[in-house]
């Protein structure tokens, strides 16, 4: 079974702080998106990472994509209360065989003002 | 900006019942998906359609599911029999060609009693 690992779990922060939020397997990836969720909304697009080393920033965020597409990050810089909800990383593995998108187990964020 | 949009936002069925859950894609896209969240666990894709057909689907997917495109416009899921472990959020979601993103509806909650 190929997976996506997302770490954090959760995690509480004040308004202010940074993070980071790691996205990882074991697979090689063509390109990974990640996603923001709030709750019973559905999945809204933040980026897509297609190159090796690539980074991407969307003003607070910065995305990075590992050298051997394998794994992501995204860092969040002077955390907002608006930054919560859960974050997910989500790619087709280049060697599943398919096209089935499968999601990380999420990082749900939580920033306290 | 386009969106998927979907229908119901909240359906409770009794088990047993057919329920169809209704999408509506965004308009210049040729690929459309189905996919499944259990509360508190991580999104799971259940059946991608192209071309009008089914081009990959999952385990889960199995002959209690259906999909259709009645119409231009339109992408339905169909569960018969449904059963209580049936209860998730259901989100569709569509892209434009091969290499891009997928974006999703805001999802229907189905609860069965």
């Known amino acids: 079974t190929q997976l996506l690992e997302q770490s954090p779990q959760f995690l509480s922060i004040q308004e202010g702080e940074n993070l980071t939020v790691y996205c990882n397997s074991s697979s090689v990836f063509s390109s990974l998106q990640w996603y923001r969720q709030e709750p019973g909304e559905g999945p809204v697009l933040l980026v897509t990472v297609v190159t090796g080393g690539e980074v991407k920033k969307l003003k607070r965020l910065t995305f990075q994509f590992g050298d051997a597409r394998k794994d992501s990050s995204l860092h969040i810089t002077a955390a907002q209360p608006g930054d919560t909800g859960l974050y997910l990383c989500a790619g087709v593995p280049t060697t599943s065989g398919t096209y089935k998108y499968i999601f990380g187990t999420g990082t749900r964020l939580k920033v306290l003002a | 900006e386009p969106e998927v949009t979907q229908t119901p936002s909240h359906q409770v069925t009794q088990m047993g019942q057919e329920v169809i859950l209704r999408c509506v894609p965004i308009s210049n896209h040729l690929y459309f998906y189905w996919y499944r969240q259990i509360l508190g666990q991580k999104v799971e894709f259940l059946v991608s359609f192209y071309n009008n057909e089914i081009s990959e689907k999952s385990e889960i997917f199995d002959d209690q599911f259906s999909v259709e495109r009645p119409d231009g416009s339109n992408f339905t899921l169909k569960i018969r029999s449904t059963k209580l472990e049936d209860s998730a959020m259901y989100f569709c979601?569509?892209?434009?060609?091969?290499?891009?993103?997928?974006?999703f509806g805001d999802g229907t909650r189905l609860s069965i009693l």
């Open positions: 979601a569509s892209k434009r060609d091969h290499n891009q993103p997928q974006h």
